[in-house]
């Protein structure tokens, strides 16, 4: 007797979430920042046509449990449509934990150096400065709500507004 098998492969698509279904029950994220730099004329110190602006930028997280000064690479410099620079900072430096978990609004924080280097008479001069981010946690919102640069409060989050800082230098 001649038998024959035939394997019948049926696609199964299994979906998963890890939320309700509700559009409400997603969390809005808020915490890209827009950091403009200047001089004390209004020059922009980050677009490199200009003869003093900062050639280099790098980051490098204070909070990182495992690394000393970690690199922070999640961040770039692009021109608004005035076509002034800015640098562009989505995320990166580790956010620390400054309330109870839990308890709204938890409040997060994260701090990290900006190290800002230009050539000066042929040689290469480096300034190191310090940005502190301060977030807000609810269920529905994460957000920016407080920004010091070089321990100055800079920005404080008013409604739904842009997060925005300008440093004169």
């Known amino acids: 007797m001649n038998s024959r098998f035939f394997l019948l492969f049926i696609p199964v698509f299994l979906l998963f979430s890890c939320r309700g279904e509700d559009e409400g029950d997603l969390q809005k994220i808020d915490q890209i920042i827009n950091l403009y730099i200047s001089d004390s004329n ?3 110190l980050l677009n490199n046509d200009n003869t003093d602006a900062y050639t280099t930028i790098t980051l490098q997280d204070l909070n990182d449990p495992d690394t000393a000064l970690k690199t922070i690479s999640n961040f770039s410099i ?4 005035d076509g ?6 989505a995320s990166g430096a580790t956010k620390v934990l400054q309330t109870t978990a839990g308890e709204y609004p938890e409040t997060y924080q994260s701090e990290f150096y900006i190290n800002l280097s230009k050539k000066v008479n042929s040689a290469t001069v480096t300034d190191v400065d310090t940005i502190k981010i301060q977030y807000s946690s609810e269920p529905t919102q994460f957000k920016v709500s407080k920004i010091w640069y070089n321990n100055q409060l800079e920005f404080t989050k008013v409604g739904d507004e842009a997060n925005i800082v300008k440093i004169v230098k």
């Open 78 to 81: 692009k021109e608004d449509t």
């Open 84 to 89: 002034i620079s800015y640098v562009d900072y």
């Open 42 to 44: 209004g020059v922009d």
